[in-house]
């Protein structure tokens, strides 16, 4: 069991180019969702997405797109890398519902972006 | 809007001693509150979390955390620490529906031998 896996570890950009961190989750969860770490500010969330054809903003999404077409992959889109989107990105997943109403996210081990 | 607050950037305890990580939230309603650990280079693991009920949850690795409404805070506890805690502690609030998360700016964590 996988859990979440993402795709690349680590990536260096210039200014303007794109690119498309990748997650890919095999537990069956309906949640979907991507944060961004940066020192002194904890994570903040960019977008989620509670099930496949339906994602919504989180607290930062300028400068993202995302996708679900399946219920297993969520990637993150960067149209045109800007130096204020070096960061470590984690994409997490869960189940809805049940009887607490407050599932547990599952991480993935990161992605490093540096932008230049 | 939710927010959770963790007052301290470090916290230094020397092994085998007590340990508390704080933190402080504002909601509206009925708090679901979290605490995660990061070591290095990892993603972020579960410790434990709080629904209702009992105010004193029990979590993973032997920590605990004490839900107290009146000052609206979630501390994080220990009874003894060890060098391998030593991590990036996170408290966080479910802000609305589904799990949507709500991340303090994180507490550095070191255990000195």
């Known amino acids: 069991n996988a859990g979440v896996t993402q795709t690349p570890k680590f990536q260096v950009l210039k200014t303007g180019q794109s690119m498309t961190l990748q997650c890919a989750q095999d537990m069956n969860h309906e949640y979907m969702s991507w944060y961004r770490q940066d020192p002194g500010m904890g994570l903040r969330l960019i977008h989620y997405?509670?099930?496949?054809?339906?994602?919504d903003q989180g607290e930062v999404p300028n400068g993202y797109n995302v996708s679900r077409s399946t219920t297993e992959d969520f990637p993150l889109r960067l149209l045109s890398a800007a130096p204020s989107q070096t960061s470590v990105y984690f994409c997490?997943?869960?189940?809805?519902?049940?009887?607490?109403?407050?599932?547990?996210?599952?991480f993935g081990a990161g992605s490093r972006l540096t932008v230049l | 809007a939710q927010s959770v607050a963790q007052p301290e950037d470090q916290v230094n305890v020397a092994e085998g001693n007590p340990l508390t990580v704080k933190c402080t939230y504002s909601v509206s309603g009925n708090p679901y509150l979290f605490w995660y650990v990061q070591y290095p280079n990892r993603g972020l693991q579960f410790l434990l979390k709080y629904i209702t009920g009992d105010n004193l949850v029990k979590g993973s690795y032997g920590f605990e955390a004490e839900f107290n409404k009146s000052q609206t805070s979630f501390h994080l506890k220990k009874p003894s620490a060890l060098v391998s805690d030593s991590a990036l502690y996170f408290c966080a609030v479910r802000d609305g529906g589904y799990n949507k998360l709500i991340f303090g700016a994180g507490t550095r964590l070191a255990v000195h031998p």
């Open positions: 997405s509670v099930g496949a054809g339906i994602t």
């Open positions: 997490a997943s869960s189940y809805l519902g049940g009887a607490s109403g407050a599932n547990v996210l599952t």
